[in-house]
């Protein structure tokens, strides 16, 4: 009996339809997901001006080599800053955002390792 069932699927429409077209799920479905923006939709694209690594560095010395990179920067340039650490990571960010910049992109990019990429663009 398990055979037969195998060799019917697909070739009938479920039980209760008239007629079935497999292409309607997945049209539906790629309608509703373009409804949903992606969070990192917008800054996918972004290629980074320049870019800074401070993962050995300890703080306060993380964000004063950012901010030295930054100051030598044009206004609405973006710089990578790639990062380790849990201070770091949480001061880094909310220290450019209070001078001004914004950060496009806070993401993990070496899982487990606990390196984080930011994307700031320069204030301007």
């Known amino acids: 009996m398990g ?3 195998l060799r019917n699927i697909g070739s009938r429409p479920p ?3 008239s007629s079935y077209n497999p292409m309607l799920k997945s ?3 790629a309608a ?3 409804r949903i923006p992606s969070v990192q939709q917008p800054n996918d694209h972004i290629v980074p001006d320049d870019t ?3 993962t050995r560095e300890i703080c306060p010395m993380t964000f004063v080599r950012t901010k ?3 100051e030598r920067m044009g206004q609405g340039q973006v710089l990578e800053v790639r990062l380790k650490g849990k201070e770091p990571l949480e001061n880094v ?3 450019l955002t209070d001078e001004g910049h914004t950060v496009l992109i806070n993401e993990e ?3 487990g390792e606990g390196v984080h990429r930011l994307l700031v663009r320069v204030k301007g």
């Open 3 to 5: 055979a037969r069932i």
């Open 15 to 17: 039980t209760g339809y």
């Open 27 to 29: 049209a539906a479905s």
């Open 32 to 34: 509703f997901d373009a």
């Open 52 to 54: 800074i690594d401070i």
């Open 68 to 70: 030295l990179k930054i």
């Open 93 to 95: 960010p909310r220290s």
């Open 109 to 111: 990019v070496a899982e």
